[in-house]
Structures are given as structure tokens and as C-alpha cells.
């Protein structure tokens, strides 16, 4: 749309219309792109980098300051998204730069630029407060650019083809962890190079879907006020006015919880639990870690895409959201009872396999329980709560279990977090 657009086009914006016409595959592939790049840099600095660089600065304490640390990037990420949204939202066309003339691009190449940066600092710090500092930076920014990208398919994608985009665009979060553990482990080595090299792809990657997609403008008469009432509003949306969109916060919450639980000591279950390099003399933490990673990620990209196909499909969200939790719950809970090795690597599997399935159809059931079309950027960044808010109480929780009862606790503990989760996706009645 242009400067020069119709009255009855002003009078009903795309940006605040549903949309009917499918996307192509330029389109999914930009997107799937720019989710890769985020993801990648987040999980693979998660799982490898940030253990390691905090082990490195104190062995003694690096449970404790591991968990400090991914608890205060996740409260800082469910800080900064609904309010990164809410500003999306509604920024106006009067606010061009160039091509980017949109309500959402501008905010994801700022977003993804300040947060390489600060990734990409990180790596120098040889401190657990300046660790915790650019963490926290780090997070803030990504997650804003996540507000903005996940606006995306509500703004551009009808609800008939919402599982599959969402599947292609969900995958990245186990695809992207799966490339950074190959670029950590085979390309390039250390702790600051490693840093550095995730920040440039998660700048780069996000590049062809800015530049090369379209991106609906909002004119001046469509936009909302905002004031500071509001900018405070943008964490709450009341439940009893929007049951279905509360019981989709909820189902996403307790699903999370269990993802942060179960993977969040992965690496030293591994390591101190598994013994894995006294098992397998010449190999690494990372080596293990690695092959856990690709098994995961593997089942999560075949049934995020085969899942988010057949739920659009058959209309059926709900059930298979039931069906990928539980079998994400049966993966904690082989664990519960068997602590080896081949147990594990089945686990990965279960756990991928549910969790696929999940990202693609839950995805899209939330797309449908949002509230309005002028708020679909705030609106999922308080989903965004349900699935980094986890993070932040994830370590309180999983710290004293592991501590007072070993992983055991800990993943009976998780496989019953899953289940709860499956069972409250029925109570939205909206979506099949």
C-alpha cells in the first residue's frame, strides 16, 4: 500500500484486516529465516555457551549462577515484550524510514541489531554481573524482536493456513539449536568467538524478510492512542472477558514450565550424572549434548511441519495439543525411573516428537483467541509471559528439586507440569 492508497482502502487497513489470501513460499521462507537466526542465537547460547562461560568464572557456584542468570533474562524478555508489541501496535506510516514504512519491520531490524551487539559483548565478560548485564540486554531486545515477528502471521496468514505456517516458523526453535551446536562445535571454537558468531546470524538472517516482504502500514486515523495507562495495561487482558485467550495463556504456560524444567540442567545431567566423557573417552559435554540436540530437533522439524498440515486439515487443535503434551510428558517420565544414556536418547525423540507437533498447532489456536486486531503484537507478547515467564521461575523450581531430590524429582515433576498442560487446552471452546 502507498501514499496514494483509496478512501475504502484507508477506511478498512490491511494491517488491522484479517487475511484471506495464502502466503507463498518466499514469504514463509523469509520468516522461517528471521526465526531461525533469533532462535539460534537464544537456545544455543542457553544451552552452550552461557553453561560454559559460567563454569569457566566459578565452578563452585555455577548451578545457582546459571540459574540466576537465565531467571533474570527471562523476567527482563517478559518485561519487554507486550511493551515492544503495544509500540508496534501502533506505530504509524507518518513514521517511514525508507522502504521499511510498516508497523513491524522497523522494530525487528532495531530489535535484532541491539541485541547482536549486546550477544556479541557478552562474550568479554569475565564477570557473573557483567554476564547477568548483557543477558539481560540480550534478552530485552530479542524478545522484541519476537513481538514483532510473531505478529506477523495473524497480520499476513488466513486461519486456514495458520498450522502449516506456523510448523515452518515454530520448526527454528530446534533446527536453530541444532545449527548453533554445529557452528559452536565444528566452526568455530571458544567462548567469545562463539558469542560473536551467533549475534551476526541473528542480525543477518533477519535481513531478506525485512527488506524483501511486505509489511502493512497503520495510518494515523487507525491508531490507537497511547498513554501510560495503557503502556501498564499492556500485561493484562482480563480473563473474564476473554476465557478462551486465558485458558490458551494458561495451556502455553504450564507447557513451558515443563520445557524449562526438563532442559534447563541438561547439560550437567549429562555430564555429572551420565559421566558421558568417562563413558566415552575423547568426547565432550558438547559432543553429547550435540547428539541429544539433533535427535530432538529432527523429530520437532518433521512433526512441526507433518502436525501443523494436518491439523489445518482436519480442524482438530485441541486434540493434537493434547496428544504432543502427553507424549512430551512421557519423555520426563522415562527419565524419572531410567538414568542412562540409551534413555535419554529415547527421550529426546518422545520429547521431540510432542514438542513439533505442539509449536505448529498451538501456535495457530492462539492466532485465533486473540482479543483485537489492533492489539495482536501486545496481545502475543502476553503470551510471550507464558512462554519465557517460565524461564524466570523454571530455576527456582528446578533448583531445589534437583538439589533436595535428584533428577528423578525433577522430571516426575515435569511429566506432570506436561499433563496438566494437555488437559487445560480443553477448556477453550472457541477452536476445535
Known amino acids: 500500500m502507498t501514499d496514494q492508497s483509496t478512501d475504502a482502502e484507508r477506511e478498512v487497513p490491511l494491517a488491522l ?45 555455577k548451578f545457582v549462577a546459571l540459574g540466576v542468570v537465565s531467571a533474570l533474562g527471562a523476567i527482563a524478555s517478559v518485561l519487554a515484550t507486550p511493551v515492544a508489541g503495544a509500540l508496534s501496535d501502533r506505530t504509524t506510516h507518518a513514521f517511514s524510514f525508507g522502504r521499511l514504512n510498516g508497523r513491524r519491520h522497523r522494530w525487528t531490524l532495531v530489535m535484532a541489531l541491539l541485541g547482536g551487539i549486546c550477544l556479541a559483548v557478552q562474550g568479554y565478560q569475565t564477570t557473573i554481573a557483567g554476564v547477568a548485564i548483557f543477558w539481560v540486554l540480550f534478552s530485552a531486545f530479542q524478545n522484541g524482536e519476537y513481538a514483532s515477528l510473531s ?9 486456514r493456513q495458520r498450522a502449516t505456517v506456523a510448523g515452518w516458523v515454530g520448526m527454528p526453535q530446534a533446527l536453530g539449536l ?47 492512542p497511547l498513554s501510560w495507562r495503557k503502556l501498564a495495561g499492556a500485561y493484562w487482558i482480563s480473563p473474564r472477558e476473554y476465557p478462551d485467550f486465558a485458558w490458551a495463556w494458561i495451556t502455553r504456560f504450564l507447557n513451558s514450565l515443563a520445557i524449562a524444567m526438563g532442559t534447563l540442567y541438561l547439560y550437567y545431567f549429562i555430564e555429572n550424572q551420565l559421566h558421558y566423557t568417562k563413558l566415552n573417552p575423547g568426547q565432550t559435554v558438547d559432543d553429547g549434548l550435540t547428539i541429544v540436540i539433533v535427535i530432538y530437533a529432527v523429530c520437532v522439524v518433521i512433526t512441526a511441519i507433518v502436525g501443523g498440515v494436518i491439523s489445518d486439515r482436519i480442524r482438530k487443535r485441541k486434540m493434537i495439543v493434547t496428544v504432543a503434551g502427553i507424549v512430551m510428558g512421557l519423555a520426563a517420565l522415562l527419565l524419572t525411573f531410567v538414568e542412562t544414556w540409551d534413555a535419554l536418547l529415547v527421550a529426546a525423540v518422545l520429547f521431540g516428537v510432542g514438542f513439533g ?28 509471559i507464558a512462554i519465557v515467564g517460565p524461564a524466570a521461575i523454571g530455576p527456582a523450581i528446578a533448583t531445589p528439586m534437583v538439589v533436595v531430590g535428584g533428577y528423578p524429582f525433577l522430571f516426575g515433576a515435569t511429566a506432570v507440569v506436561a499433563a496438566l498442560g494437555s488437559a487445560f487446552v480443553w477448556k477453550i471452546k472457541s477452536v476445535a
Open 357 to 384: 507437533a505442539y509449536l505448529s498447532v498451538d501456535q495457530a489456536l492462539i492466532t485465533q483467541v486473540l482479543p483485537a486486531a489492533a492489539d495482536r503484537a501486545k496481545d502475543l507478547g502476553i503470551i510471550n
Open 178 to 224: 541444532v545449527v548453533g551446536a554445529f557452528l559452536l562445535a565444528d566452526v568455530v571454537t571458544g567462548i567469545i568467538s562463539g558469542y560473536v558468531t551467533l549475534a551476526a546470524t541473528f542480525f543477518i538472517l533477519i535481513i531478506p524478510f525485512v527488506l524483501l516482504t511486505k509489511d502493512h502500514p497503520l495510518y494515523p486515523e487507525h491508531r490507537e
Open 17 to 61: 484486516a484479517e487475511p484471506t489470501v495464502h502466503v507463498g513460499p518466499a514469504w514463509i521462507t523469509g520468516l522461517t529465516l528471521g526465526n531461525m537466526g533469533m532462535w539460534m542465537a537464544s537456545l544455543a547460547a542457553l544451552q552452550f555457551l552461557l553453561p560454559a562461560q559460567i563454569q569457566d568464572i566459578t565452578a563452585r557456584h
Open 151 to 159: 505478529a506477523a502471521i495473524p497480520d499476513h496468514v488466513p486461519v
